[in-house]
Each structure stands twice: as C-alpha cells, then as structure tokens.
C-alpha cells in the first residue's frame, strides 16, 4: 500500500466519484488512477468501489471505512511534512481560511496584512462561503481554519475558540420612513420588504426566531451572501437591510442610515474553528493568537485538549443608535475600525 494510492482514492471521492476529474485535479492520467485504484483493492482483498459497468455508483460499506482511514494518514503525512519544514526551520507554507463575505471583507484585512508581513515565506488563501460551506471545507481539510458566526454546533467536530460577538443593523436610505426612528420595533421593520443574508430566516436562525417569537411575519424579499450586495439593493429602494455591524462603513456608507438593532435581535459570536487532529505550524499559532482575543500557545492546546473555554467573548464596539443621517454620522465611529484583531 502507498501514500499515492490513498491520494488517489481520497482525490477519486472528492470528485464525486469521476475518476476524470479525479485525475485533472491530482495531474495525473485516468488510466494510471483507476489502475492505482484497482491494485489497491487487490491488496485489501475488498471492493472499495460498487461499480455499474465501468462507472463508479458509490463507496460499499468497507470503501467508506477505508476512506476515513486513509484521510486521517493522509492528514498525519502532511503533520509530519509540515513538522519536519518547522524543526528545519523553514519558513515556507501555505495558511488556507474559509470564512464569510462579510468576515473577509470587513474583518480580517488589516490582521491579515499584518500577518503576511511578519511571514513573507507563508502564502494566503481565502475561501468564502456560508457557515455550513466553511465547516465543511476545514472538515474535509481544504482549508486551515473556519472563522465563521452563527450556530456553533457546525463546529462540533472542530476545535473551536471565541474570537468576538456582534450586533445586527437595520440599514436604510436617508430617506426612508425608518430613518427618523430612533429605536423601531420588529412590527415597525416587518411592514417593509427586508434583504438579509441568505441564511438569516432558516428555522435555526436567531433573526428568524427573534421574529417569530414577536409573533410578527418579516416579509423578506431578497437574499444574498455579501453584505455589499444587501447595500447595493437597499440603496435600490427594493427593502430595508438588516446585516452585521461590521458590514457598516461610514467612509463608503454615508448614504446610508445604520440603525442599532442590538436590543431586538440576539447577539451572535464568531468563531475560529480547526480540525483536532490538524498540526498546528508556528505560524498556525501566531495566526490563531492574532485572531482570538487573550489567546496564547497554552489556552489554544488546552482547547485541542478537550479543555472547554471560559465562555467570555469580547463583543465588537457596539453601534450607536443612529435615527437622522449625516448630522449623527460621526457618532457611528466606523463600526469595525475601532475593533482591532
């Protein structure tokens, strides 16, 4: 048995079952995969693979626990990769971050900025998603680490830490009826069309219920991923926004009114989540001390150890309540410029 063959069966299952695509991704021929393949079944003395013909129909019972195996000896060669590069001395590697539009966006910039330039020899990569997309892309280990917000039992296969909790706004154009209204109700936000995000009113989401449980219907007319795109359609007319605090920028949302919304809807926390089974470089350390509050080399193993946090979760400066716009601008103090990482 081979590493190679454990890769190519890993890459064979990753590519829904298309040993063509299989192959492209691993640059590698078709031919030369399903031979690797069929030796190692010959090895096992199993059949990995029920097949129709010459396609592949899916994992049999031995496959899918053959393949579980073999992801986690796949994971600890690349540890032993990664931990011969550190004791080398290497500063060379790869940090892959799977997080939100909005965390990439208005969040992390400046702590990723600072993170490159005190590690020229480690690349970045960034890939966005939604909560349930992100924890499954650090489960499958196609990314590093999930920073992400919202229903933390997504990440309870992962190692998580508390990075920060936050409040929703409502946004509107300066012209809108809402705008005058220091503090509205959930009545007053559900007569108008609503833009969120598109996990916002799933029956597991905190808006959703917050509403429900005012027993108020929210008449929600458009949703999308990117805070960006929520303000592009507010300021369209086509509906009031409700998105994170961090989204609101006055040097570029001007004309915009932000309106706290803090007391309506609960408070959610973002977190940072990594597999517990993932080597944890010396840059992998630096990064996680950098994004969690109060975090060092000994509270991140103890989490790795199973040891439960403390639960104290610094929230994101809050937003001031904002009813007239631009006389009250400054008091908004850009939402996410006074957080730092």
Known sequence: MKLQQLRYLVAVVDNGLNITAASEA??????????????????????????????????????????????????????????????????????????????????????????????????????????????????????????????????????????????RIVLVPAD????????????????????????????????????????????????AQDPDIIKTYVRKGMGIGILACMAYDPATDGDLVAIAAGELFPSPATWVGFRKDRFLAEYMYEFLEMVVPGANRERIDRAVAGEAEDGNIVPFPRLKPVHKHPTFGDQLNNCCGDFKL
């Open 176 to 223: 809108h009826p809402l705008a005058g209204v220091e503090k509205p109700t959930l009545a007053d936000i559900a007569r108008h069309p609503i833009i969120s995000y598109t996990y916002s009113f799933n029956e597991e989401s905190s808006l959703g219920r917050a509403f429900s449980r005012a027993g108020v219907e929210p008449n929600v007319v458009f949703t």
């Open 26 to 167: 691993l640059f590698t021929s078709q031919p030369g995969v399903s031979k690797q393949i069929r030796l190692l079944e010959d090895e096992l003395s199993l059949q990995i693979f029920a097949r129709k013909g010459k396609s592949l129909e899916g994992l049999t019972d031995a496959g899918q626990k053959v393949v579980e195996r073999a992801r986690r000896i796949l994971a600890e060669a690349d540890n032993i990769k990664a931990l011969s590069s550190e004791l080398a001395g290497e500063q060379q590697g790869e940090l892959v971050i799977a997080t939100t539009p909005t965390q990439a966006r208005y969040v992390l910039p400046d702590m990723l900025e600072t993170f490159q330039r005190r590690n020229r020899g480690i690349s970045l990569r960034l890939h966005q998603g939604t909560s349930e997309q992100i924890a499954d892309q650090v489960m499958s280990r196609e990314a590093d680490f999930a920073i992400a917000s919202g229903r933390s039992e997504l990440f309870d296969d992962l190692v998580t830490l508390p990075i920060y909790s936050w409040e």
